[in-house]
């Protein structure tokens, strides 16, 4: 049997497991995700992440590959060297838990089994430097648009890290109108500048997908809502890419999908950046991570500062 990663990207809802060779190339047909609920007890919480192993497990199985490693990306506050959640705001019922002794005591793997973790936006970056359209840029960034506000770069073609391997410049806190950026450039930010410009009353239902949806049949307000939400996303980042001299910027998420409604805003508030070189939307929104889970296995990318 041939040897593979599993591969595990731990959301607050779902855990998507994939699989990868040695040298880094994705198994497209060993893919799957479990649902998980980050608000859980302890035990549905470990339990989620048992069965995401045994599912992955039992696909490599059936397709005569047998499991050399796990690599993991989550989110944080997190001990990635340690394999040790931090998160309050989720997770919380396995504040403090070795995640790596807690993987390595189940039933597929063993004491000795390779087990990494990774911030789940430094591996998207890491996966868009590898594989994506970072390739060739050492000094580059990545915001990712969702739920929240994700930022992570690299100086000289390698991940900047904090002390416990979180990106080392985070932007969602920064201090923005009455509140953070995130409150504006995220999920809810969309929603809130949509109702704001069209002057509609909160729809429950409605999502950024609909904003979208309505730009590309040239809705107005759906279009001036990616543009708003562009000038204020260049805003924050122009400082951010100036002081690290950033030559590549990608934007990821779900949201990045709909990147040509805010390009225009976006590339004009960042005209004046001497340094930046290109601004586009990530090559493999869906499978960047998993491409920098593996490489972060292979190569150990990431720099602590």
């Known amino acids: 049997m041939t040897e593979s990663y599993l591969l595990l990207d731990i959301g607050g809802t779902f855990i998507k497991f994939g699989a ?5 190339e994705l198994l497209h047909g060993i893919s ?3 649902p998980v609920d980050s608000l859980g007890s302890a035990r549905e919480v470990t339990g989620a992440f048992a069965e995401a192993v045994r599912s992955g497990t039992e696909a490599l199985g059936k397709n005569d590959r047998m499991l050399a490693g796990i690599g993991i990306c989550i989110p944080g506050p ?3 060297g340690k394999g040790i959640p931090l998160m309050k705001h989720k997770f919380l019922s396995i504040y403090g838990m070795s995640l790596k002794d807690f993987f390595r005591s189940l039933p597929q793997t063993g004491p000795d089994m390779p087990v990494g973790f990774i911030h789940d936006v430094n591996a998207a970056l ?3 430097m590898s594989r994506g359209n970072a390739a060739g840029y050492p000094d580059s960034a990545l915001v990712t648009l969702g ?5 992570a770069f690299s100086r000289a073609g390698r991940i900047m890290v904090n002390e416990k391997g979180s990106p080392l410049c985070p932007i969602y806190s920064i201090p923005y109108r009455d509140g953070i950026l ?7 930010g969309f929603l809130k500048a949509y109702r704001e410009i069209s002057g ?3 729809d429950p239902s409605l999502t950024v997908a609909d904003i979208g949806a309505m730009a590309a049949e040239g809705d107005p307000a759906a279009l001036e809502t990616f543009l708003s939400v562009g000038e204020i996303l260049a805003s924050a980042l122009k400082p951010k890419l100036v002081e690290n001299r950033i030559g590549c910027l990608l934007l990821g998420g779900q949201i990045s999908r709909s990147f040509r409604f805010m390009e225009r805003a976006l590339k004009a508030g960042l005209s004046g950046v001497s340094c930046l070189k290109t601004v586009m939307p990530a090559k493999n929104i869906g499978e960047a991570a998993f491409y920098g889970i593996v490489e972060e296995m292979k190569n150990n990318c990431v720099v602590l500062v």
Do not use: C, M, N, P
């Not at 990868?20 to 880094?24: E, R, W």
């Not at 739920?147 to 930022?151: H, I, N, Q, V």
């Open 20 to 24: 990868a060779s040695l040298d880094g």
């Open 32 to 34: 799957g995700s479990v």
């Open 78 to 80: 997190f001990d990635y």
């Open 126 to 128: 890491l996966g868009e």
């Open 147 to 151: 739920t929240g506000l994700g930022f």
């Open 182 to 188: 995130e409150d504006y450039v995220s999920k809810r």
């Open 200 to 202: 509609k009353s909160a």
